[in-house]
């Protein structure tokens, strides 16, 4: 008899193969996959015919709004990300059709519905969800077969949706973040740095004990050995307490920052990135997460000045119109795109593994691109805010904390790789109903974990 206990998760390595050394898919089918994302926000909230305070009057009314979030949002998504793949084109021109349809319908009956003074809030806060709903199926989809492995996280360069992960997190905490704002804070930078990262350093310690406890798979090309996501927005967070620049210049400091790092890659340093070679030091087991800080500190830095300049640069004085808004994002946005073809075909491929110069501009540019479709549909379906939308946009850390939760449940109960497609759908749809019921009755219980 064995007289070692079995492993808790006894496919670790087949799963680890499963997500490794994958090429990913083009940039067109990446934006096209959040397009489709934020084309059904956008034709739910064209749907909305109340208001997030109306529908929390009682609990039947609030919790009737949510299904609806879920019917056409969700569940959309969900099917699209899987079992839809194939025809993700012909879902976002059907998509694109049916909101010019219903907006030219509604457009005639009546006008946009407006609501709130701030413009941009509820086009950020849209946009922030956007993004973690993404998130938060993709983690756990990835591991079924019936995820497209085109859309998994690529080994070496490429661009894939899941790669969009982690950039699209550093850059969505810049665009809310206290310094794009220009809100000075009253403590000294070490008591600014330790109140923002001890919470991110736990949960780092936590994640690192639990997966090796659990023996849980963990894909090292990823970010290391023993790093993780939460060491990542940690040491974002160190260094950019340290260096506290104006917002008006942390984007100077932030492309100095990048072309620096480009730099130090194009010159040797990529090829040891790269290499499945590691020693047995912590830089050599982790030299991807370390190295990677750079990319995603130039990234934050410029994340905060563009959201300054967009939304925040006339904070004192009164409101730049919702027009000029729009006009200098999407001049950003195609600004961006020009620089990532360029950085693409000229000075290095795209690489999430290494943050270079490339994935910086194509996570910006992506997330840009996500924000000002919402921007440009503010006369069409107002300022509405969903309730599954405020649910999240609450409680975001929260919500991606249950979510990986619920996703190491899934893996250590079921072989995620071996289930059927219909049984893949059966328990994607529970996994993602839960994780919203989760999440709205924290809401509706009155907790709150963000601020503005």
């Not at 609990?59 to 839809?84: E, M, N, Q, R």
């Not at 790669?163 to 600014?192: C, E, H, P, Y």
Request: include cysteine.
């Amino acid at each position: 008899m064995d007289s070692f206990p079995k492993s808790l998760n006894p496919n670790k390595h087949l799963r680890e193969q499963f997500v490794s050394n994958l090429p990913g898919s083009s940039m067109l089918e990446v934006s096209a996959l959040l397009n489709n994302v934020a084309l059904l926000m956008l034709l739910r909230h064209t749907f909305c015919s109340q208001t997030v305070n109306d529908a929390c009057r009682s609990l039947k009314s609030y919790l009737a709004s949510v299904a609806l979030d879920y019917v056409f949002l969700v569940l959309p998504t969900l099917l699209i990300f899987t079992v839809l793949a194939e025809w993700v084109y012909i879902c976002m021109i059907g998509l694109l059709l049916l909101l010019v349809f219903f907006t030219a319908v509604k457009r005639t009956y009546s006008l946009p519905y407006m609501e709130g003074p701030n413009a941009s809030r509820a086009s950020i806060s849209s946009y922030r969800v956007v993004t973690m709903f993404i998130t938060c199926l993709c983690i756990l989809a990835v591991d079924f077969r019936i995820y497209p492995r085109d859309y998994a996280k690529t080994e070496t360069y490429g661009t894939s949706l899941m790669d969009l992960g982690v950039g699209s997190f550093v850059l969505m905490n810049a665009v809310t973040s206290r310094q794009a704002r220009n809100i000075k804070s009253s403590m000294s930078w070490w008591k600014a740095a330790f109140k923002s990262t001890t919470p991110l350093l736990l949960l780092g310690f936590a994640r690192l004990a639990s997966t090796l406890s659990l023996d849980y798979q963990v894909h090292v090309g990823e970010y290391g050995v023993n790093w993780n996501f939460f060491f990542t927005l940690a040491g974002v967070s160190i260094l950019t307490s340290i260096l506290n620049v104006p917002a008006e210049y942390s984007g100077i400091l932030g492309s100095v920052i990048l072309v620096g790092y480009q730099s130090w890659l194009t010159n040797g340093l990529n090829v040891y990135l790269l290499s499945n070679e590691r020693g047995t030091d912590v830089i050599s087991r982790n030299k991807e997460g370390i190295f990677s800080l750079f990319g995603y500190w130039g990234m934050y830095l410029v994340g905060v000045q563009v959201s300054y300049y967009l939304f925040f640069e006339n904070h004192t004085t009164k409101q730049r119109s919702k027009h000029e808004t729009r006009i200098r994002i999407c001049l950003l946005t195609i600004m961006f795109w020009i620089l990532t073809l360029l950085i693409d075909r000229y000075v290095e491929r795209i690489s999430r593994r290494m943050c270079n110069l490339a994935y910086v501009t194509w996570v910006v540019a992506q997330n840009l691109q996500l924000l000002a479709l919402r921007l440009l549909a503010d006369n069409i379906i107002g300022h509405k805010t969903l309730c599954l939308e405020r649910a999240f946009d609450r409680n975001l850390l929260a919500s991606f904390l249950v979510a990986n939760l619920l996703t190491g449940l899934v893996n250590l109960s079921v072989d995620t790789i071996f289930v059927s497609p219909l049984s893949a759908v059966l328990i994607l749809v529970s996994y993602s109903l839960t994780l919203c019921v989760v999440m709205v009755l924290i809401d509706f219980s009155g907790v709150k974990y963000k601020f503005w």
